[in-house]
């Protein structure tokens, strides 16, 4: 299957390519009412086609651009919100934490004296 599939791929281009080349009869178009076909009219629709792809990948691209910059700026200013948030949210509860700073230093006073027994007796 795999030594296959290059050759019906270069037999399809072959067939597209032939198609391209020798039959422009079905491509018609309309410009004001005028109808326009034959070799030109392929010629212009591949034109008219091909300008309208390349104007939708610019508009895809310059939309792309446009939203990254905005959802950037919508991100920092989310994450200023949020550290401004966490300050006031630990302005209001210091107050309150106060009394266990008492206890925070006592029990670290407490851990570090044990923490220098146990090294003590490993030692002797």
């Known amino acids: 299957m795999k030594k296959i599939v290059p050759y019906i791929v270069l037999i399809l281009c072959a067939l597209l390519l032939w198609d391209l080349l020798f039959s422009f009869g079905d491509a018609t178009f309309h ?23 390349i104007l939708g990948v610019v508009v895809a691209v310059v ?10 700026g919508v991100g920092v200013v989310l994450l200023a919100a949020l550290g401004v948030a966490g300050v006031a949210v630990a302005a209001a509860i210091v ?12 029990w670290y006073l407490v ?14």
């Open 31 to 53: 410009i004001d009412g005028d109808t326009v076909d034959g070799p030109l009219g392929a010629a212009l629709a591949l034109l008219f086609g091909a300008g309208g792809a």
């Open 63 to 72: 939309v792309g651009v446009v939203l990254a910059v905005v959802f950037a």
């Open 95 to 106: 107050p309150f934490m106060l009394p266990l700073l008492a206890l925070v230093l006592v």
């Open 111 to 124: 851990s570090r004296s044990r923490k220098n027994r146990v090294v003590h007796a490993q030692a002797v």
